[in-house]
């Protein structure tokens, strides 16, 4: 959706480097996630946001940081990548934009590889 | 640990008939339920989204849910070969967190 840009799209790394993604949306709507999406898991929770400076644990937080001193952008840095987080990104807003429905619009997503 | 199970698939059907895609969940609790279609390559794609016990439908979609049982489905009419992708069911909770929880997605397959 044009709505959420995610950067980079593609991003191949090196083990113990550090790596951020940025995730920003062209509304001010509250809930922002990250996923990551691999073979043989589906989609999974890293970290959430449901307005600014407040962000919440996922399914799957370790090994990432995340920050959000503006509405619009969401950060996801990997603050050593491993191996392990060879996967693809997915930022996503709530649609409604007041976190009531729980409908939840996703980003073009960025694929990291780590070597 | 809340669950959500699908088929993975392939499913395959042939052009115009009826594709059914069921997902079952573990938490009794959970009170809403959504179809993300996925393209290979590309972003989840919500489709549908359905709140009580019954069927929802939005043209050639229709999403049932029975929360006695704990599943819910898409049904696809008419299937056509731009159907063919990858269909994520995700469930919320609602006790108190946004998190959603998704399947590991079936995957369709429409044949001309």
């Known amino acids: 959706d044009a709505g959420i840009t995610q950067s980079p799209r593609y991003k191949i790394t090196e083990t113990g480097r550090q790596v951020t993604l940025m995730c920003h949306q062209t509304w001010s709507h509250s809930y922002m996630f990250w996923y990551r999406q691999d073979l043989g898991h589906g989609l999974r929770l890293i970290y959430y946001?449901?307005?600014?400076?407040?962000?919440d644990k996922g399914e799957v937080p370790d090994g990432y940081v995340v920050s959000r001193s503006k509405t619009e952008n969401f950060p996801l840095t990997l603050e050593s990548a491993t191996r392990s987080q060879t996967s693809v990104y997915f930022c996503a807003i709530d649609k409604e934009g007041t976190g009531t429905t729980y409908e939840q619009y996703f980003g073009p997503g960025t694929r990291l590889t780590v070597t | 640990q809340k669950e959500v199970e699908q088929n993975s698939g392939p499913l395959s059907v042939p052009e115009g008939a009826i594709a059914s895609l069921n997902c079952t969940y573990s938490?009794?609790?959970?009170?809403?339920f959504f179809w993300y279609r996925q393209y290979s390559g590309k972003s989840p794609e919500l489709i549908m989204s359905i709140y009580s016990n019954g069927d929802k439908e939005d043209g050639r979609f229709t999403a049932q849910l029975n929360k006695a049982s704990q599943y819910v489905s898409l049904l696809i009419r008419d299937s056509q070969p731009s159907d063919s992708a990858t269909y994520l069911c995700?469930?919320?909770?609602?006790?108190?967190?946004?998190?959603?929880?998704f399947g590991k997605g079936t995957k369709l397959s429409v044949i001309p």
């Open positions: 995700a469930v919320h909770s609602g006790a108190g967190s946004y998190q959603l929880t």
């Open positions: 938490d009794r609790g959970s009170q809403s």
């Open positions: 946001s449901a307005a600014a400076d407040i962000t």
